[in-house]
């Protein structure tokens, strides 16, 4: 499969974590690209989220990140998910 960054965002929330700073999500990136201030939405419940922090995670560090595309992995702040769920762009 070949990647591409040209196409419309699709990331799965595979883990979620219960952090000092709320629920922190881990979603894995299939297609496309996300920036953060980027609006997505939970193709489940229709609810669209602002990607506010986006991290990137080493072991028990954790790093400011703007920008992610296909086949990254990657931690969001602030989204009320269920492991599992798809999100996509607006």
């Avoid at 591409?4 to 297609?31: C, D, H, M, S």
């Avoid at 996300?34 to 669209?48: D, E, V, Y």
């Avoid at 072991?59 to 269920?82: K, P």
Wanted: a positive charge; one cysteine or more; charged letters at 25%.
């Amino acid at each position: 499969m070949e990647i591409n960054n040209k196409l419309p965002f699709v990331g799965l929330a595979f883990k979620l974590e219960e952090t000092q700073y709320g629920q922190l999500t881990w979603i894995r990136v299939y297609q496309g690209k996300i920036k953060k201030g980027q609006q997505i939405m939970n193709t489940s419940t229709g609810k669209k989220c602002k990607v506010s922090r986006m991290v990137r995670m080493h072991s028990n560090d954790m790093s400011d990140i703007s920008e992610v595309g296909s086949g990254d992995m990657f931690a969001l702040f602030g989204v009320d998910c269920a492991s599992g769920e798809t999100f996509c762009d607006l």
